[in-house]
């Protein structure tokens, strides 16, 4: 069946220093299985816990049930991204030190790098910030 979703919770990848942060992968799937090849990524990094409701994913529709943030990288994993939630380095399961600004543009261009088929960012508040901050 085409159009699944497979995930890999708490991914640790290693920083330049040695900090392991800690994402959840949503990529494409079939029977089961991740489709190979490469697709683009949306890269979500937060210090509000990965795992956690986003108050940014309210719709008109539905003003005081966010989406869930599964259910969002469902959306656009099964319109061919792969879709990573990234706790912020010494932010609940990643390690090392929360410096609010300093970490984010090497984090997350290590991050972005990593990634296969470039990355979209996207957020408000301290995500906005670390969009301006990262490359």
Do not use: W
Not at 48 to 77: C, I, L, N, Q
Not at 105 to 113: I, N, R
């Amino acid at each position: 069946m085409q159009n699944e979703v497979v995930v890999e919770r708490d991914v640790r990848v290693t920083m330049r220093d040695g900090i392991k942060l800690v994402c959840d992968v949503y990529r494409p799937a079939r029977d089961g299985q991740p489709v190979t090849g490469a697709f683009p990524v949306i890269l979500e990094r937060t210090p509000y816990d990965k795992g956690a409701v986003s108050r940014s994913e309210m719709t008109v529709r539905e003003p005081k049930e966010p989406k869930r943030r599964e259910e969002v990288a469902a959306f656009f994993t099964r319109h061919g991204y792969i879709v990573i939630y990234q706790d912020c380095r010494g932010r609940y399961g990643s390690e090392g030190v929360f410096r609010k600004y300093l970490d984010e543009a090497a984090d997350g261009a290590l991050l972005a790098s990593e990634s296969h088929g470039g990355s979209r960012r996207s957020g408000e508040t301290l995500r906005g910030i670390k969009e301006v901050a990262s490359p």
